[in-house]
């Protein structure tokens, strides 16, 4: 399994969401607009964590995976990025270029596979 380096929260109101994920997890995490998730269908903020880590609040933007996530188990953990193949192009992401794990539910939470070796702060 590759190296797991971020984590997604779905949500249909981010504000609301940066202040209930910094509740939950008893961090001060400083959120800012990333590049939106074209395979989840999520316009995207993201925090870096102390350990390294990113969390990326998800909130849907147009009709595809995400929002079929929400209708079905609502406001929650959605999304998991990796490190992983480098060789292949992806598609653009919170974290760099992605990929949907050919191993993952259908629907959901999603398995993304960077296709880059580093994420940019």
Known sequence: MSRAVGRGWATVELDRAEAEVRAALGVDLRFAEAERSRLLGARCRRAATSDGQWIVLLEPDTEGRLPAFLARRGEGWAARWELG?????????????????????????????????????
Request: charged share 25%; net charge positive.
């Open 85 to 121: 193949d480098r060789t292949r192009p992806g598609t653009p992401g919170p974290l760099g270029p992605e990929l949907l794990a050919r191993d993952q539910p259908v629907r959901g939470p999603f398995r993304l596979i960077l296709t880059t070796a580093t994420i940019e702060p």
